[in-house]
Nanobody
């Protein structure tokens, strides 16, 4: 099993920044892809950004140029640096990790006020 614990969410004004962290523990050997997803109020969960074990990244169009995903394999931690935040970035952000099957964190709330 893999446990994922997110932190770093909160309330921020539009234009501000937040940094999310996701600490992985348990049987983390052979985790391949990791990612951040979000669920906005009244919407389905969507992919925000992903990163492979080799460091290749992919971003949703809505966050390109504003968000940066990274992972520190030595610390077993995934990050999401979010800059120039917009009210539409509001939602619950979930950490995701893939081995043979997916694992999810419990989520952290991000609220961007206008």
């Amino acid at each position: 099993q893999v446990q994922l614990v997110e932190s770093g969410g909160g309330l921020v004004q539009a234009g501000g920044s937040l940094r999310l962290s996701c600490a992985a523990s348990g049987n983390i050997f052979s985790i391949t892809n990791m990612a951040w997803y979000r669920r906005a109020p009244g919407k389905q969960r969507e992919l925000v950004a992903s990163i492979t074990s080799g460091g290749n990244t992919n971003y949703a169009d809505a966050v390109k140029g504003r968000f940066t995903i990274s992972r520190d394999n030595a610390k077993n931690t995934l990050y999401l640096q979010m800059n120039s935040l917009k009210p539409e970035d509001t939602g619950v952000y979930y950490c995701y990790a893939l081995k043979l099957y997916p694992f999810w964190g419990q989520g952290t709330q991000v609220t961007v006020s206008s």
